[in-house]
């Protein structure tokens, strides 16, 4: 072949180095597909709900939603404000919970699983009403509680709301702290050790983060599952957006339209748990295989 013809041959035909090889491959399998997006099943379900929000919107009534728009976006934030509140507090209990199970002595970890095992062991909404018609009944009955400055609060209903969501999302998501430290690797707290870090030192940097990550998927569903039980503080009148669509279905006679709209407000706001809790994931940095 003559040096002619040799520059002649197309650029596509030069071999790469493997490394760039590879790192090219990699780069055209991440590009986004349209048809690989489009596929029948996923057609199939997008046209399912188009279908469905367009006999929505074109068969049933809202000309009653504006009426009743502040007083959802009220319910939407109390609802908000007792997931967030107890998935906090639950969790700030849920990390002794399920450090004692590990490490502590025999009673705490004896106190710890009984508690983990009456609050799972029950139904959520029992336990609400032991709160608030038992505990909350007996309040009253004490003058020096009526008279103190605590009672303003204890004579509420969302006090005990609280203290129920807080006491559950503790028992189960302190079961799941405690599979997460006891899944830390050894290694790696010596490591620390032998470089002299002390306990306290060694649980905040090493050992809280590690478990923490570990659990972090669980806690996401955990989450999901605690905005899902809010609702049942409607049963003791706290007024979140279950009690607000409920007194319109009471007031307005409609039954599906109300529904429906507390529905897509549930999933909206589980589409956006998901996301934050996977933007953490994410964020979060893996090591790779």
């Not at 491959?25 to 399912?48: D, E, Q, Y």
């Not at 909350?136 to 003058?143: A, I, M, R, V």
Request: proline share 7%; charged share 15%.
């Amino acid at each position: 072949m003559s040096a002619g013809e040799k520059a002649a041959e197309p650029d596509s035909l030069v071999e790469l180095p493997p490394e760039e090889s590879t790192v090219e491959a990699t780069a055209l399998t991440r590009l986004p597909s349209g048809r690989g997006f489009l596929k029948p099943h996923r057609v199939v379900l997008m046209a399912i709900a188009a279908s469905i929000v367009f006999c929505a919107v074109w068969f049933l009534r809202w000309d009653w939603l504006p009426d009743y728009a502040g007083r959802l976006a009220h319910g939407v934030g109390v609802t908000l404000l007792m997931l967030f509140g107890t998935c906090l507090l639950g969790f700030v209990l849920a990390v002794p919970i399920g450090l004692v199970q590990v490490t502590g002595p025999w009673p705490l970890k004896l106190l710890a699983k009984g508690f983990c095992t009456i609050i799972r062991g029950t139904p959520l909404l029992l336990q609400l009403w032991l709160l608030y018609y038992g505990l909350g009944s007996l309040f009253p009955q004490f003058p020096a509680i009526r008279q103190s400055f605590l009672w303003p609060v204890l004579r509420e209903a969302w006090p005990y709301g609280v203290a129920a969501l807080t006491m559950s999302f503790a028992a189960y998501e302190g079961e799941v702290m405690r599979g997460a430290f006891a899944g830390v690797p050894k290694g790696e707290l010596e490591a620390a050790r032998a470089y002299g870090m002390s306990r306290w030192k060694v649980f905040r940097r090493i050992w809280l983060p590690r478990a923490v990550h570990r659990a972090l998927p669980t806690l996401n569903g955990e989450t999901v599952l605690q905005l899902k039980s809010t609702p049942l503080v409607a049963t003791i009148t706290v007024i979140d957006v279950y009690a607000v669509v409920s007194k319109i279905r009471q007031v307005t006679y409609l039954t599906y339209e109300p529904l429906l709209l507390l529905a897509l407000i549930y999933l909206c706001l589980t589409a956006l748990l998901v996301l934050a809790f996977r933007y953490f994931e994410n964020k979060i940095p893996t090591r790779s295989a």
